[in-house]
Structure formats: C-alpha cells, structure tokens
C-alpha cells in the first residue's frame, strides 16, 4: 500500500479558498466535500482538506495560527520542470496569492513561492536529474 498524505488547512472563506486552487490546476473531491470542507486533489498521493475554522477546530483543542502574525507550517511542492514553478506562482498570484521572495536557481534546484489566501506558504520546486556546477563557482 502506499502512503497518501492529507493536510488539513484551515480557511477563512470556503468558497474562495477553492477556487484559489482550483485556479492552480488542482481539482475538488466532491466525494470528501461539504459546507465544512473540500478535498483539493492535489496529485494521487497528496490531498489538501480545506476546513472552515469552526470544522478545523473539531480536530484540535488548540488555537488556529494567525497566519498574518505567525507561520505554522510551510509546505513544499515538487514540480516537472522550472517552466511549472513559474507557472505554478504566475497562477496563484493571478487567484489572488502573493509571494515574498523572487525565484532562486541553485544549478541543482530551482524554486519559488507564493502565500495563499489564508497566509500558508507554499515553496514550489524543481530539482534536476543532471548534474550542475556549484552555485558562484
């Protein structure tokens, strides 16, 4: 059997935080989907549960993290290719996300990020089968 992960991400607004990563190319489960929740597919291994606070809530005693004051989490994401980071945060900016930082190329990796509407960060990533020479050499 192979592993599957489900991240459970608490959203402020349902609805928008759907089609912002709808808008990614990602699609809903409407199968793991209610007014409380959607199953973003993000690939055959990884699933994004966005919960509304009041759901999320339901899973933990504690607090949920201001994301404008404190990060909880960042996530990283593997891509295909550099072409599909850059594409990857050209469409989240386009939905309304923002990013914080400018791509790096590390000659192995290159990467980049953006934030979604609820304020998790997101680092989107290549990394290369061939190898490089070292960065600044």
């Known amino acids: 059997m192979s592993r599957q992960i489900f991240i459970n991400l608490p959203v402020s607004d349902l609805v928008r935080s759907v089609a912002f990563f709808e808008a990614l190319g990602f699609s809903k ?4 989907s209610s007014a409380a929740g959607a199953c973003i597919v993000v690939s055959d291994a990884i699933s994004i549960m966005l919960l509304t606070h009041a759901r999320f809530k339901d899973f933990t005693p504690k607090a949920v993290c201001d994301t404008r004051d404190a990060v909880e989490v960042l996530f990283s994401l593997s891509c295909e290719s550099r072409s599909e980071v850059d594409e990857l ?14 791509p790096q ?33």
């Not at 489960?29 to 793991?32: A, D, R, V, Y």
């Open 29 to 32: 489960n409407p199968q793991f």
């Open 89 to 102: 945060v050209r469409k989240a900016l386009a939905a309304g996300g923002s990013t914080y930082d400018a």
């Open 105 to 137: 190329d590390l000659g192995f990796m290159y990467s980049h990020s953006f934030v979604d509407l609820d304020g998790h960060g997101w680092g989107v990533l290549h990394m290369s089968a061939k190898p490089h020479a070292t960065v600044g050499a």
